[in-house]
């Protein structure tokens, strides 16, 4: 795709730490380091990928970006406007503009609230359009994510998984976003299901000009969805790129690992890298150095002692490995 000259969203040098507590007297245990220094773009009419094992801090990278939860430091900046402090009054007129998508449908529905009322929501905290209008909007929305309006009436439980899931895509729709954080929004659904909204998603993106942030474990889903992709461990991004760099020119052990851990039935097709090994360390007390080293088959000694920088290696793909080159 032609990449615009301004992002749309720019984040710089995000941090964001937990603390934890035990004990009868709730003292302090440490503190969760769960985003470190992490940087990204946005471009208009394009997706970024987030890839990584649960606990690498990928959901809490989006709320950040959403400002639904402090960090301890770095910047967004959303349209040319900086989000950094902004109280929550002022951040309500951006957030009609980042609009989420949760993985969990079920939960992230009312389950007392009929399909009409759930999606009349947003329009009504925001304020907008009066109620005829609100019902015409609603209509409106239904045919892009393949819904009918016979369904309006009906509660969340009385329908599957996909079409709850859909119900959640017209639900980020109804404000107009230019922006849709997307938290693993196919991994609870089946395989046949998943094509379909990942599908309807990329459809939405032509016909609406709409811009994603695209979450998901499987690297192949991100593969499929964006047009460039990070991937996270511990907290940090290890490399990024296009879906073509990573795709065919892998370097960090990492991303390599998780293309080894989908198999394919073609023999040609299979990545010939190491599995990766072992279980994520725990966040409380992350190992030094490189942060992937107790698990890296190529693991050297200056490994274990000095963490590496993300670097670029070529246009646009950066690498946090001493080993690459």
Not at 84 to 112: C, K, V, W, Y
Not at 121 to 150: C, F
Not at 200 to 214: A, C, I, P, R, V
Request: charged fraction near 20%; charge should be neutral.
């Amino acid at each position: 795709m032609n990449r615009p000259a301004e992002p749309l969203l720019t984040a710089q040098g995000l941090v964001k730490e937990f603390p934890v507590r035990g004990g009868v007297l709730g003292r302090s245990l440490g503190k969760i380091q769960a985003v470190r220094q992490v940087d990204l773009q946005i471009y208009p009419g394009e997706t970024l990928g987030l890839v990584g094992e649960s606990g690498s801090g990928k959901s809490t990278l989006a709320r950040l970006l959403l400002q639904l939860i402090p960090y301890e430091a770095g910047e967004v900046w959303f349209q040319g406007t900086r989000l950094t402090g902004l109280s929550f009054g002022e951040m309500i007129q951006h957030r009609r503009a980042m609009q989420m998508i949760f993985q969990d449908p079920a939960d992230s529905l009312n389950s007392r609230m009929t399909l009409g009322q759930i999606l009349a929501e947003p329009l009504e905290i925001q304020g907008r359009l009066g109620q005829a209008a609100r019902e015409e909007k609603i209509r409106s929305l239904l045919p892009l994510v393949g819904l009918g309006p016979e369904i309006l009436h009906r509660y969340p439980h009385e329908f599957s998984g996909g079409q709850r899931q859909r119900i959640g895509i017209a639900r980020a729709l109804t404000l107009d976003p230019k922006l849709i954080l997307a938290d693993e929004p196919v991994s609870s659904l089946d395989v046949s299901i998943q094509a379909q909204i990942l599908n309807l998603l990329k459809d939405l993106q032509q016909k609406l000009g709409l811009s994603f942030l695209f979450i998901a474990h499987d690297i192949h889903v991100i593969f499929f969805i964006s047009h460039r992709m990070m991937v996270m461990y511990l907290g940090e991004v290890v490399e990024a790129g296009s879906k073509d760099q990573l795709r065919q020119g892998a370097k960090h052990p990492y991303t390599q690992a998780l293309l080894a851990a989908v198999p394919k039935l073609d023999p040609a097709q299979r990545h010939h890298f190491s599995e990766i090994q072992g279980e994520i360390p725990s966040l409380l007390d992350p190992p030094g150095g490189c942060r992937f080293h107790p698990r890296c088959p190529k693991a050297e000694e200056r490994c274990r002692m000095e963490p590496p920088l993300l670097r670029e290696l070529a246009p646009g793909h950066k690498v946090a490995c001493h080993l690459a080159n």
